[in-house]
């Protein structure tokens, strides 16, 4: 279970890492900068949940391959910057797989700490929009999971899978499969169709349009 749970981070780790250096790249950081993006955004929602949870200190900041994973991400993309960028949207993609790997991880970490299962569930979805969000204020965005389609849903729904497996006693490898295409199945669509939660409506005046435009259009983030 913990070698499991522990690869389930690092991949998160990784992919994660990816899209805070593609966000980087975009916005023109030198090495260093991409390499410091890979970092936190790769780790930041980890650490909040070690610390959360009591699992200190946090794994992020103890176990070499975190770092080792975050800078090898960096390092792929500021030499390999035009292959990744081809992939359409690409720190959309990233960002949509590292959060069903944390949102998985997560919830399961936080049940084996003790914590109740709506606790864990909500631990879960902390972990996966945790990094993202951080990524989004270095680079001036307001975070994804504020505005965007269906995001901090997508982690919660996979998180939540993952906490009712474990109450009806399923094999966590199960529940974490069914968990993360969920949450990742949850987050595609939801981009590709233009899902969101319903969003305030703003009074306008009679020659006034009301602003429109899809929640992921202004990133700048995956052009």
Request: charged share 10%; with cysteine; aromatic share 8%.
């Amino acid at each position: 279970m913990e070698v499991f749970i522990r690869i389930l981070d690092l991949g998160g780790t990784f992919v994660f890492a990816l899209s805070g250096a593609t966000a980087a790249a975009n916005r023109r950081l030198d090495l260093f900068g991409i390499l410091v993006l890979a970092f936190v955004t790769g780790n930041f929602g980890g650490i909040t949940r070690d610390l959360l949870i009591g699992a200190v200190p946090p794994a992020a900041l103890t176990d070499l391959f975190y770092l080792v994973v975050s800078v090898i991400a960096g390092l792929i993309t500021f030499f390999r910057y035009p292959g990744v960028a081809r992939l359409r949207s690409p720190v959309l993609l990233f960002d949509a797989v590292g959060l069903a790997f944390f949102a998985v991880a997560g919830a399961q970490k936080a049940l084996q700490f003790g914590l109740s299962p709506v606790m864990a569930a909500l631990l879960g979805m902390l972990t996966g929009i945790g990094g993202g969000m951080l990524r989004d204020v270095l680079v001036t965005q307001v975070p994804h999971v504020l505005r965007s389609d269906l995001y901090a849903v997508a982690a919660l729904a996979g998180s939540s899978i993952v906490v009712v497996g474990h109450l009806l006693g399923l094999p966590y490898g199960v529940s974490a499969l069914v968990g993360g295409l969920a949450c990742l199945g949850l987050r595609l669509m939801a981009i590709h169709f233009g899902w969101h939660l319903p969003m305030a409506r703003l009074s306008t005046g009679p020659n006034e349009a009301a602003p429109h435009h899809s929640a992921d259009d202004d990133t700048g983030l995956d052009r």
